[in-house]
């Protein structure tokens, strides 16, 4: 007997009449649908509905084009044609993605037969760790549900990330996370939010920290390695990236779908939660966003995952898998879409377990609810199946079956509601967009007037640029499965700060290290000097923990405001640009990538685009155990040693920040010397020369021996004349300037020798030393002390910037 | 050959400790099994010599850390835990292990509630060893250190109590400062027989000298960390035991 609920509706699914449509009925129909499909887009399916299907589509079609073809799953700004206008002159570019990223990796992948075992086309990348052994990693945004339901988008961040990884290959086990968050100031007066609705950056971050933390800590998946930015321009629009990384056996990477197999749906059920999430991220923010899109926005449940995921590496270690993906963006849709688009097959969604009865039929196929999983199988391993999944305690569902005929059939209660010839499906129209790029003027070698330098520092460190981000790590299980050897916070104290994070990883003698960069601050005057230092910062902040620079692989993650304006348009181009050389000049290619627009806000008093944001991620490959190498002083009576040339320019420098002064060029790189030096340091960590490195970054030789110095192990004293230079820096730039591809270096008296024969012909020089007699940093000029600071007073500084407002 | 002591470590949905707590086990000497607690019978109980409880958020620690965990081993085992520890056998539960022996009564009177910060807590800590001769605690210095990561880790006992289990030898660690807000610093317990124990702090963490914060730390001078201390003497004590017995 069926009960019907009264809320059950009379039908499925309708069909939609778009064949007399003219061009702007069919973008009135777009907008009613919010399908964010562009006139053109749906132009396209008109003439197919009309010449190939000779029908009218019915929804449930019209909705799974709409995110097939949707930004967020297709990444249509990074496939266009783009006229691009920049210091250069005018050229085409046919797909950023392919210029810019793929075509790279594909020359490094020739240079290094063996390193990359995957990229671009499974859910993560893949590089080599051993013989046997694989580790992937992927990092994904989650802004706009961020913005309008902190907790709950950033939960869910993390959640879709680790199904990635575990949708990778046959099922890769998550190993690390990490976590980069773009907020507005947290200090900020409420009443110069100028928006409804819009919550206060202070909200944003404890909600969005709690979120990350409640589904990882709950996972058991150690969130090593993070960074948080602050500027006034992501106030309406704040970012979240969630990245996960694992690991697989190299024979488990490659997945082929065929014929005959079932299809099966394990974890959490679906419901109405998380509708349309893949066609709202790309579209910009307003107050209406926040009214009306809460739906768009998933709830997480991460033991639903967490029992999902025991059962997915279980019967990937039994061999039972062929094929899996997660439900991301677009839920069965994509899902499907993935497994079923060349073969073909039949999906029934009456089979799916539903949260709450009466789903129409596009709602059960487009739901993102999460903690799903669908994977394709053998008939004859379904019994083993169902009884893992009785072990675990999840629920498993077979919701239908591939076959040959090319054609992606889903059926709801006996009836065809969507039929589509796939390889139609992901054929969206290439878009033709314009950029333009005029660089600023800005000032070069400016003379900055040393005043009270100390003061400086203190103010620098306690800058929420540069303040330990101790609270929030405090609140991650970063040491959850045992493996975290270099953690986010180490050193004989326990809490001073680290470069990249590495993991051991069971059954192998190699490690993982995990390391990003972004610098979103130098974009602002430069966008392809931010593309080429933030790669070169990632890199080096593997090496220095001990990664071997022949064995790193990148991530990009760009957030762009509003694609259709050709200005921002035109930096993205030139970021791209600035990445795409560092990546060919270091051969460390990329695996992975995502791309997120429309992170813009249209407040009352016009639009609030963020700034360019390009966040590079990495894993590397830590030979072995003895290589680890931290960030802090370690004994009293080594030498400090620099390794890199102290430029003159503090454009994007925290410093110039925080003094308030614009349009200041930022430091030029040289990438072929910065490798050079790389492969030096690793065959001087290789030689165990190196007791401790700290790659120079944020807040410049300043902060960093700062930070080395918070192990409190001992004193530090630098002389600023024995820097090597390029040009002539004056103290405050050699202090506080930013100049990319510097380390500097604890080394043992006894082995300091052997540490400068290494670096012969390398832009390298000792600069100082570490001091039993007192607990100070100091700094000398011209023979004399111009910086003189008690290391636990600056400490405390450095260590509570952000206490007052977690 | 000498006989390998088993252990079966009882994993529940959310229980995310298990892997690094079988590791431990292994490189110690037990022969380690993890079974779900859907696949757990009295028989395998009956074959194992220590029963662990690892770390987790089991059933995502709703409506108390423990809680449905302590419900769902009752309703699945009933007093096959009991006989288990009365015939001799040893438990051990860590961090959420701990939460869930202490709601099935294996332990001293109290709970684990949030800590005083109302923040889940990940960081190192100084330990204090207040028992000695403990089947888990041999070969540990009475001042250690080991990792700790929970949000409900602040034991609280009726008035007076934790006082009186000091007292009484059954507090086996505090803390060296107050993480979390603890009655009498309480990081761990142990029972009159002294054949469990609960305890905060994670020791399969602390495996290997390179699991420690400080490149530098020394510890008693092998590659091993403390925490590896504390599986060698439960099983050397077991071993011992096994030893007897065969001859």
């Known amino acids: 007997m069926t009960v019907m609920s009264p809320d059950l509706p009379v039908e499925n699914f309708r069909r939609i009449a778009i064949r007399d449509l003219d061009p702007e009925g069919l973008g009135e129909l777009s907008e009613d649908m919010k399908l964010s499909l562009s006139i053109d887009d749906m132009i396209e399916i008109q003439l197919y509905y009309a010449a190939e299907m000779r029908r009218e589509p019915t929804d449930v079609e019209l909705e799974c084009i709409a995110q097939t073809w949707s930004e967020h799953c297709k990444h249509r700004i990074f496939g266009a044609r783009i006229e691009h206008c920049g210091p250069g002159g005018e050229e085409v570019i046919h797909s950023l993605f392919k210029t810019y990223i793929k075509e790279v990796t594909e020359r490094i992948m020739e240079r290094k037969p063996g390193f990359v075992l995957g990229c671009f086309i499974d859910n993560a990348g893949f590089i080599r760790l051993d013989e046997n052994k694989a580790v992937c990693l992927k990092v994904e945004t989650h802004n706009h549900p961020s913005a309008i339901e902190p907790y709950a988008g950033a939960n869910t961040g993390l959640g879709g990330v680790i199904r990635d990884i575990l949708g990778a290959g046959k099922g890769a086990k998550p190993i690390a996370s990490c976590d980069v968050f773009c907020f507005g100031p947290p200090d900020i007066d409420s009443a110069d939010i100028k928006a409804v609705d819009v919550i206060h950056p202070l909200g944003i971050m404890r909600g969005v920290v709690r979120g990350v933390r409640d589904y990882g800590n709950r996972m058991g998946i150690p969130t090593i390695s993070g960074a948080v930015q602050f500027d006034p321009a992501y106030i309406y629009n704040p970012l979240v990236f969630c990245g996960t990384a694992g690991v697989i056996p190299i024979t488990d990477i490659d997945k082929q779908m065929r014929s005959d197999l079932r299809i099966i749906a394990v974890g959490g059920r679906t419901g109405r939660d998380g509708l349309k999430g893949a066609t709202f991220s790309s579209m910009a923010l307003d107050t209406e966003s926040h009214e009306d899109d809460q739906q768009a926005v998933q709830i997480g449940n991460p033991i639903e995952e967490k029992k999902a995921a025991d059962f997915v590496l279980d019967a990937r270690q039994r061999g039972l898998v062929i094929f899996i993906t997660d439900c991301g963006a677009g839920g069965f849709s994509s899902a499907a879409g993935e497994m079923l688009s060349e073969v073909g097959g039949n999906l029934y969604l009456e089979r799916a377990p539903l949260k709450e009865p009466g789903m129409t039929s596009w709602e059960i196929f487009l739901s993102e609810s999460q903690e799903r999983m669908v994977l394709a199988v053998e008939e004859s391993a379904l019994p083993q199946l169902r009884e893992l999944a009785q072990t675990y305690e999840t629920e498993l569902t077979e919701i239908g079956e591939s076959d040959h005929s090319g054609l992606l059939k889903i059926w709801h209660d006996g009836e065809l509601v969507c039929e589509l010839d796939n390889s139609r499906l992901h054929d969206a129209p290439v878009r033709h967009m314009r950029s333009e790029f005029i660089p600023g003027v800005s000032k070069a070698d400016m003379d900055w007037v040393a005043g009270d330098l100390a003061a400086d520092l203190r103010e620098v460190l306690g800058d929420f640029a540069i303040c330990s981000r101790e609270p929030i790590i405090r609140e991650y299980d970063h040491e959850v499965q045992g493996n975290t050897v270099l953690k986010p916070l180490a050193g004989a104290s326990g809490d001073a700060p680290q470069d990249a994070s590495v993991v051991r990883i069971d059954g192998s003698d190699q490690l993982m290290a995990m390391g990003l960069a972004l610098l979103p601050e130098w974009g602002k005057s430069d966008p392809r000097a931010m593309g080429r230092a933030t790669v070169d910062e990632c890199v080096r902040s593997l090496v220095v923990a001990g990664a071997n620079p022949e064995r790193i692989a990148l991530l990009d993650n760009f957030c762009v405001g509003n694609p259709e304006d050709p200005r921002e348009l035109g930096m993205l181009v030139e970021t791209c640009k600035g990445i795409a050389e560092a990546s060919e000049a270091y051969s460390a290619p990329f695996v992975s990538g995502k791309d997120s627009f429309y992170n813009y806000f249209e407040t009352e008093e016009g639009a609030v685009s963020i700034p360019i944001t390009c966040l590079i991620s990495a894993m590397g490959i830590v030979e072995q155990q003895s290589h680890v190498t931290g960030a802090s002083i370690r004994k009293a009576g080594s030498l400090l040693a620099i390794v890199g040339l102290s430029g003159s320019d503090l454009g994007g420098s925290v410093y110039a920040r925080v003094k308030g002064v614009e349009g200041v060029k930022v430091p030029e790189i040289d990438l072929g010397a910065a490798l050079e030096s790389y492969r030096t340091f690793h065959k001087a960590v290789a030689a165990g020369l190196i007791l401790a490195a700290h790659d120079i970054s944020e807040g410049g030789l300043a902060v960093t021996a700062a930070e080395m110095g918070f192990s409190m192990q001992a004193g530090l004293e630098i002389d600023l004349d024995a820097l090597p230079v390029s040009g002539s820096p004056g103290s405050v730039a050699r202090l506080f300037g930013e100049s990319p591809s510097r380390i500097l270096i604890e080394v043992a008296e006894a082995a300091s020798g052997q540490l400068e024969e290494l670096f012969t012909g390398i832009e390298f020089a000792v600069i100082g030393r570490t001091n039993a007699a007192h607990a100070k940093l100091r700094f000398t000029d011209g023979g004399e002390y111009i910086l003189d600071a008690e290391l636990a007073s600056i400490k405390e500084q450095w260590k509570n910037g952000l206490t007052h407002y977690y | ?247």
């Not at chain 2, 059933?59 to 835990?81: H, I, N, P």
């Not at chain 2, 292990?97 to 332990?107: D, E, M």
Request: glycine share 12%; proline share 4%; charged share 20%.
């Open chain 2, 1 to 247: 050959m000498e006989e390998r002591p088993n252990a079966l470590l009882l994993k529940f949905p959310g229980t995310n400790c298990d892997g690094e707590t079988a590791r431990a086990l292994e490189v110690a000497g037990f022969v380690t099994e993890v079974l779900p607690i859907t696949r757990v019978t009295e028989l395998a109980l009956e074959a194992a010599h220590l029963v662990v409880l690892s770390g987790g958020f089991s059933y995502g620690d709703y409506v108390m850390a423990g809680r449905l965990a302590q419900l769902e081993t009752e309703r699945k085992l009933g007093d096959s835990l009991i006989r288990f520890r009365d015939k001799g056998g040893y438990l051990l539960g860590i961090c959420n292990g701990f939460q869930i022996l202490t709601k099935l009564g294996f332990l001293p009177r109290g709970s684990l509630i949030n800590n005083t910060s109302g923040r889940f807590i990940c960081h190192w800590t100084g330990l204090k060893r207040e028992v000695s001769g403990n089947p888990f605690m041999n070969g540990l210095p009475e001042s250690f250190e080991l990792p700790v990561a929970h949000a409900e880790g602040r034991f609280i006992a009726p008035e007076g109590a934790a006082k009186s289990y000091l007292a009484k030898g059954l507090v086996a660690l505090t803390y060296s400062s107050d993480i979390n807000g603890s009655s009498s610093a309480i990081a761990g317990l142990t029972d009159e027989s002294g054949r469990v124990l609960g305890l905060m702090p994670h020791p399969e963490r602390f495996l290997w000298a390179c699991n420690h914060y400080d490149p530098d730390w020394q510890g008693d001078g092998s590659e091993w960390g403390w925490g590896y201390m504390m599986f060698k003497s439960i099983h050397d004590t077991i071993a011992a035991e096994l030893a007897v017995v065969s001859v």
